[in-house]
């Protein structure tokens, strides 16, 4: 069965850096959407970033563009997302999901089925 194991969040002050990781596991497809995404409290959950795994092409939401910058291991099924010059408003809950049956690769949290636990990212004024 399909598996997101997300590690690499903590608690970091303002302008300062950290890295998610997401192991994927248990699927065969080559060519698929991967995103990350986050939820603060009373928030909606909203897309950060994703890519398309055929070709590496990605995407950024407004807010994070020029911080975060996502990637991919293939050999390695894992997914990256660096996060640069944070702020206090990227604190967060940050998932990681997939979508393995993509028309193409969106920011809507709504069109992804699989999902990691979530990791937390807190960021210190």
């Known amino acids: 069965q399909v598996q997101l194991v997300e590690s690499g969040g903590g608690s970091v002050q303002a302008g300062g850096s950290l890295r998610l990781s997401c192991a994927a596991s248990?699927?065969?497809?080559?060519?698929?959407?991967m995103g990350w995404f986050r939820q603060a409290p009373g928030k909606e959950r909203e897309g950060v970033a994703i890519?398309?795994?055929?070709?590496?092409?990605?995407n950024y939401a407004d807010s994070v563009k020029g911080r975060f910058t996502i990637s991919q291991d293939n050999a390695k099924n894992t997914l990256y997302l660096q996060m640069n010059s944070l702020k206090p408003e990227d604190t967060a809950m940050y998932y990681c999901?997939?979508?393995?049956?993509?028309?193409?690769?969106?920011?809507?949290?709504?069109?992804?089925?699989?999902w990691g636990q979530g990791s937390q990212v807190t960021v210190a004024s």
């Open positions: 999901a997939a979508d393995f049956r993509p028309s193409y690769c969106r920011l809507s949290a709504s069109k992804y089925n699989y």
């Open positions: 890519i398309f795994t055929g070709s590496g092409t990605t």
């Open positions: 248990g699927y065969t497809y080559s060519r698929y959407c």
